[in-house]
């Protein structure tokens, strides 16, 4: 559990100030992600940031049955895919972001729900309850 716990201390906090910065720079983003489509290299860039993120995430923390730590593995699995995706369709995947960007409402549904996601991870992280 300390292990889960360890790394939920720094899923949680991290995607909870993601959301409040998206939620802060809500009217930018779509000028930022159409900025970050026109560099396939920062897209590539942040795919082995990001796929390196979940392997080591996975690495630590395998863990598949039994309650909020499988969370954790999920979200290294996640971060892997979302990576790879990333590595392997930059074109493609900045076209997406480019039209996803355009829509106010789903970037708040986006920082919602990395809101809950990073609160949650942040509670079960820091509380006394192993």
């Known amino acids: 559990m300390t292990t ?7 899923i949680g906090p991290t ?3 993601i959301a409040l910065a998206m939620l802060f720079n809500l009217g930018s ?10 560099d396939p290299a920062l897209i590539f860039l942040s795919g082995i940031l990001l796929f390196v993120t979940g392997l080591a995430i996975l690495r630590a923390h395998n863990v598949w049955t039994g309650g909020w730590p499988v ?3 999920a979200l290294g699995a996640l971060a892997v895919l979302g990576g790879l ?7 493609r995947l900045a076209e997406v972001a480019v039209q996803i960007g ?4 789903v970037m708040v549904i986006a920082a919602l729900v990395f809101l809950l996601l990073g609160g949650f ?8 309850d192993e």
Do not use: C, E, T
């Not at 983003?29 to 026109?38: G, K, N, T």
């Not at 355009?102 to 409402?105: F, P, S, V």
């Open 71 to 73: 969370l954790v593995s």
């Open 121 to 128: 991870l942040s509670v079960k992280a820091y509380s006394g």
């Open 102 to 105: 355009q829509h106010r409402g």
């Open 4 to 10: 889960s716990k360890n790394i939920a201390a720094l």
């Open 15 to 17: 995607l909870i100030a």
């Open 85 to 91: 995706g990333r590595m392997f369709f930059p074109l």
């Open 29 to 38: 983003f779509p000028a930022m992600i159409d900025q970050v489509s026109r």
